[in-house]
């Protein structure tokens, strides 16, 4: 079974389910570059719960939430769909993560910072060859930063670049783990080297092996293949459609050029305007008007 790890049924059991935060845990602190006494211990998942199929049929966004044993608030979102408007889209969201744990009455030093990771199975920077972009809120002159509550990472895994498997950071290797640019055989080589990432390869074991949770991941692959069918056939019926415009533009230039070309040719032969509109249906003021952009 070759497995798409970023389904969103394997993707919430892998890093999701209170049974494996230790791999949630691995997967945060890495990609936040968190070490040593910066590193997040503990974890609550917070009832943020999206069926990952809704009734119509339709693809929904997974995003897995939780508060941090410092009360800080982080959301993963998986994005498999180009979306021109993630960048806003992501940061409406942080925003609503940052300002509802506000409570009405409540000192702003209440709030917590709040951490937006972004995995992206398409490229939304083409400005940038690099695949994990982060965001704070800076001093446009001095690059010092207003506060941390706002950090928001992107990541856009078709640029994972491997090479050697082995010298990949931390958060490069969980990178790879999801990303189609990784080889299983090179998974297996980085479960050699991170415990987490083997972890994380067993965990693919027992979720294959269940019925129950397969055939969920079967109807979500099959959701996904029919969102993308549709969305490439309307995309298929604009270009279509554009192309149709294009050309009824092209032959009406043409027939208006011919039009001109015509009366201007009947006007030099000295017929009157009269007879040109009897011969060519035409109005007396088009033929004047037509008359006048040969002067």
């Known amino acids: ?55 119509d049929g339709k693809v929904s966004v997974l995003d897995i939430r939780a508060r941090m044993n410092d009360g800080t608030q ?11 408007d993630m960048a806003r889209r992501s940061l409406y969201y942080w925003s609503k993560m940052y300002s509802g744990e506000l409570h009405e009455g409540e000192p702003y030093n209440k709030l917590m910072q709040a951490i937006s990771i972004n995995l992206m199975d398409f490229n939304a920077f083409p400005e940038y060859t690099s695949c994990h972009h982060s965001y704070h809120i800076c001093n446009d002159e001095t690059n010092d930063r207003l506060l941390d509550d706002l950090e928001m990472h992107f990541i856009e895994l078709e640029k994972i670049r491997i090479g050697d498997i082995r010298n990949l950071k931390k958060s490069e290797q969980w990178i790879a783990y999801f990303s189609n640019q990784c080889s299983d055989e090179e998974r297996e080589v980085l479960a050699m080297s991170e415990p987490a990432i083997k972890e994380a390869m067993k965990s ?19 959701a ?60 007396m003021e088009k033929i004047q008007e037509i008359a006048e952009t040969q002067v």
């Open 1 to 55: 079974m070759k497995l798409n790890r970023l389904n969103d049924v394997f993707f919430k059991y892998l890093l999701g389910d209170v049974k494996r935060k230790t791999l949630t845990l691995s997967f945060i602190n890495s990609i936040l570059n968190r070490t040593e006494d910066n590193v997040f211990t503990d974890l609550d998942f917070l009832d943020k719960e999206l069926t990952p199929i809704e009734q």
């Open 74 to 84: 982080v959301n993963i979102e998986v994005q498999v769909c180009k979306d021109p």
């Open 204 to 222: 693919e074991m027992y979720f294959t092996q269940d019925e129950k949770l397969r055939r969920k991941y079967e109807i979500q692959e099959k």
């Open 224 to 283: 996904r293949r029919d969102y993308i069918s549709m969305m490439e056939n309307i995309k298929i019926a604009q270009e279509e459609a554009r192309a149709a415009q294009e050309q009824a533009r092209i032959e009406r230039e043409n027939a208006d050029r011919k039009e001109r070309e015509t009366v201007l040719a009947m006007i030099s032969e000295g017929l009157s305007y009269d007879m040109i509109a009897r011969i060519t249906k035409l109005s």
